[in-house]
């Protein structure tokens, strides 16, 4: 008899995912408050490659506030704060048995250091909640998505400072304590791990508010670290069944040659990725990573309980994966940064597609952790086309899909324990590293341009006939 499982498990959760700050518009309604991402500037006449979220100034934001002239997608998104209801029952008719999204933090503290939160903000979220309930599907929350109010980043640096771990607090504890009787899956921090090409998204620390940025980078999301264990103690002590988890923005990077010293250079770069999991999954700072830090003169800073609190562990890990980089000796020294493997194909963004790296990924970690795995995005940005009968034929979606999902399989016949699946999005939504519109992930066509104009009609395309079947056969039939 057989020890190897041959199908996904009965009661696996095909989902998709969302962040509010992509989707819901609205940045002026409901008592909302101003976040990171309403900052996020459209550019465009810049190659599709080229366009990522950088270092933000003080000087930055200070003219995003003022400037009316210039293109913020975020704030318009796709109208999903009028659409939701609409919007979900298109996804309960693609089947999907969960549903990944944040709570905009601006829109339940407007400034971030509020006393109390906004009513109206909470009872947003209560209606839509309780929406993905009605069309059977279970709430996953992200608590933090990008999408810190701006007087944090104003006012406080950010995660640097640690008066921010106590707004933190306060935030979760307000999410918990209201949406906690529906909502017994979270996570604390997307993608922690991504402190360097979004950490102003991310950290909120603007880069010359701070001597050594690098340093300070590294301060901050100790901070935020602390208050994630800190949020995972509370949801514990409030119902014991919540299951609290922590987020990375997965995809190893291989060795660039054989070499021993590039094998070296991939591992610790490796580790540094690993770091946040470490913390957050074992409880402790790893000594690799004091070792990094001493060799690039960085001092940590540690509050008198900060040991004690990291020991409130998550319940799980999950990670988003869209795909591999390469790391050669020379790369690990000057900075510790990844290139491109010239041995993949990638999309027009230069984002490579490597189906194998995801099995890599999901051994790697359940190895490590031995903890069940959710991935909560994985994706390809790609150019859709409309056609004049309203159609859009997109098999390089079903292509994409068909090729992670097949190596998901081979991860769970592997002994991993992976509990669920969230395809980055169902429905097109503004893109996070570009704020491009055109940039489009999902089964369903939101006719939308990168100006915001359009119809803003849901088409569905080719592939939700196919990621349907998918969800109908739990995954047996690809076809």
Request: proline letters at 4%; hydrophobic letters at 35%.
């Amino acid at each position: 008899m057989s020890r190897v499982p041959k199908t996904f498990p009965e009661n696996f959760l095909w989902g998709g995912a969302f962040a509010a700050n992509q989707m819901e518009g609205a940045w002026k309604e409901g008592g909302k408050g101003l976040c990171v991402a309403d900052i996020n500037e459209f550019v465009d006449n810049v190659p599709v490659d080229k366009k990522y979220n950088e270092e933000v100034t003080s000087e930055f934001v200070k003219k995003a506030l003022e400037d009316s002239d210039r293109i913020f997608p975020k704030r318009w998104g796709i109208d999903f704060y009028h659409t939701y209801k609409e919007d979900l029952k298109l996804l309960a008719e693609l089947g999907m048995k969960t549903y990944r999204t944040s709570i905009n933090w601006s829109r339940i503290y407007p400034n971030g250091d509020d006393k109390e939160p906004n009513e109206e903000g909470l009872k947003f979220y209560d209606n839509l909640i309780d929406e993905i309930i009605k069309n059977g599907m279970e709430p996953l929350i992200t608590i933090s998505h990008y999408e810190m109010p701006l007087n944090l980043t104003i006012n406080y640096k950010g995660w640097y400072s640690r008066e921010v771990i106590e707004f933190f607090e306060r935030y979760c504890k307000t999410l918990f304590d209201r949406y906690g009787d529906r909502v017994k899956l979270w996570i604390v921090v997307n993608q922690i791990n991504l402190i360097v090409h979004e950490s102003f998204n991310h950290l909120g620390v603007a880069e010359d508010v701070v001597d050594n940025v690098l340093e300070a980078k590294y301060q901050a999301v100790h901070n935020e670290m602390v208050a994630c264990a800190r949020a995972t103690r509370y949801g514990h002590s409030l119902n014991k069944d919540l299951q609290i988890g922590m987020m990375l923005c997965g995809g190893p990077s291989y060795p660039a040659s054989c070499k021993p010293e590039d094998v070296l250079a991939a591992m610790r770069h490796n580790q540094m990725e690993y770091f946040f999991s470490d913390v957050l999954l074992r409880g402790k700072y790893p000594g690799y990573a004091f070792h990094f830090f001493e060799e690039r003169g960085i001092n940590i800073e540690f509050g008198p309980d900060d040991e004690e609190d990291l020991k409130n562990t998550a319940d799980f890990l999950s990670f988003s994966y869209y795909y591999t980089r390469m790391v050669t000796k020379e790369s690990f020294e000057n900075g510790n940064e990844a290139i491109r493997n010239p041995d993949l194909p990638a999309n027009p963004w230069g984002w490579s597609i490597d189906p194998s790296g995801l099995r890599y990924m999901l051994n790697e970690f359940y190895d490590r952790y031995q903890c069940p795995i959710y991935i909560t995005e994985n994706g390809c940005g790609n150019y859709d086309n409309l056609e004049e009968d309203g159609t859009i034929h997109d098999p390089y979606r079903v292509d994409y899909y068909r090729a992670h999902i097949e190596q998901m399989k081979l991860a769970i016949m592997d002994g991993v324990d992976l509990r669920g699946y969230y395809l980055w999005a169902p429905l097109d939504i503004v893109s996070c590293s570009s704020s491009e519109m055109s940039k489009r992930y999902g089964f369903i066509y939101v006719d939308i341009d990168d100006y915001g104009k359009g119809t803003g009609k849901r088409i569905k395309k080719d592939s939700f006939a196919w990621y349907q079947k998918v969800i109908r056969t739990n995954g047996e039939d690809l076809a």
